[in-house]
């Protein structure tokens, strides 16, 4: 059984920083690609950065280029999300998910597999 694990999140002031992890389970971690995602409240979930099965290609959504980096261990089975200069609107749960294949994709139905979430809020 698969199971994605996000943990990491919590409340942080405007400026700050925390870093997202993803722990997977149950399938051949550096065969898929991996991305997260964030959902805020009224709002629908959107695409934040991904990375391909191997780590060398990512691609971020424009609002957290130069802010956040996304990282993968495939040693530990372990996504990872650096988040820095947290801004209010990055307020949202945080969701990790896995694609099979070797390219990532900023395209959320193309992901087999998705964790509960984490939620991080950023107080301004």
């Known amino acids: 059984q698969v199971q994605l694990v996000e943990s990491g999140g919590g409340l942080v002031q405007a400026g700050g920083s925390l870093r997202l992890s993803c722990a997977a389970s149950?399938?051949?971690?550096?065969?898929?690609?991996m991305g997260w995602f964030r959902q805020a409240p009224g709002k629908e979930r959107e695409f934040v950065a991904a990375?391909?099965?191997?780590?060398?290609?990512?691609s971020y959504e424009d609002s957290v280029k130069g802010r956040f980096t996304i990282s993968r261990d495939n040693a530990k089975n372990t996504l990872f999300l650096q988040m820095n200069s947290l801004k209010s609107a990055d307020t949202a749960v945080y969701y990790c998910?896995?694609?099979?294949?070797?390219?990532?994709?900023?395209?959320?139905?193309?992901?087999?597999?998705w964790g509960q979430g984490t939620q991080v809020t950023v107080s301004s």
């Open positions: 149950g399938l051949t971690f550096n065969a898929y690609a």
């Open positions: 990375i391909s099965s191997i780590g060398g290609s990512t």
């Open positions: 998910a896995a694609r099979f294949g070797r390219s990532a994709t900023t395209q959320f139905k193309a992901y087999n597999y």
